[in-house]
């Protein structure tokens, strides 16, 4: 079923687009998760955070072609980030988008063991650490020993077990928007190469 649905509008170019609810008409969308709304829009999905698959059991994802493939984006449940509101975290954490300087973004990679400066200056490194009850994934603060973001392994594996256990990827194209209104930034292409991941473990 997810195969013939998606079969039906790849390899066609569609503005970006994002759903608020199932069978409703689509809303023209800017920003960066536009591949992932599009796709899910065009499946009839609408924007959501739900612990759970988002259609036919599985959970769908695009990636961009030629690109690094994200498994799973669950947001952090221990240190500055899990423990305080998202706001307070974008303003001290975030600095101005390049393309909307009115947004506070916060992006990038960071590696295992690697420091990394961000735009605000803080010298962040991914880390594990294992002298709590769990093991913590951990983005630290190495000026101030800080816990910046920490996910508890229990949040990864609740999260992995109920929502990426069955998931689609779904490789895209991107380009600028060719049409003559304003209200869309990019367009799509989804190429039909998808990976079908069933009882990861």
């Known amino acids: 079923l997810l195969k013939n649905e998606l079969a039906a509008f ?3 170019w569609h503005p970006s687009i994002t759903l ?3 069978n409703s008409p689509p809303i023209p969308f800017k920003g960066n998760q536009g591949a992932g709304y599009t796709l899910e829009a065009l499946l009839n999905v609408p924007r959501n955070s739900i612990k759970a698959p988002d259609k036919h059991g599985f959970e769908i994802k695009a990636f961009k072609k030629g690109n690094k493939v994200s498994l799973m984006t669950p947001t ?3 240190g500055i ?3 305080g509101t998202f706001r307070d975290f974008m303003q001290t954490f975030g600095w101005r988008g390049q393309k909307h300087p009115d947004r506070l973004v916060f992006n990038g990679y960071y590696r295992y063991k690697k420091p990394k400066k961000t735009k605000r200056e803080h010298n962040l490194v991914l880390d594990i650490i ?3 009850d769990e093991p913590v994934v951990a983005l ?3 000026d101030t020993n800080q816990l910046v973001s920490g996910w508890s392994f229990n949040k990864l594996l609740a999260g992995w077990k109920t929502k990426h256990s069955s998931a689609c990827y779904v490789e895209y194209e991107k380009r600028s928007y060719s049409g003559k209104k304003k209200d869309h930034d990019a367009e799509y292409l989804y190429t039909g190469r998808t990976l079908i991941c069933e ?3």
């Open 10 to 12: 790849g390899g066609k």
């Open 20 to 22: 608020s609810q199932p």
């Open 76 to 78: 952090a449940d221990l």
């Open 81 to 83: 980030e899990g423990e």
């Open 130 to 132: 294992e002298s709590t």
């Open 140 to 142: 630290i603060d190495c």
């Open 199 to 201: 009882g990861t473990s």
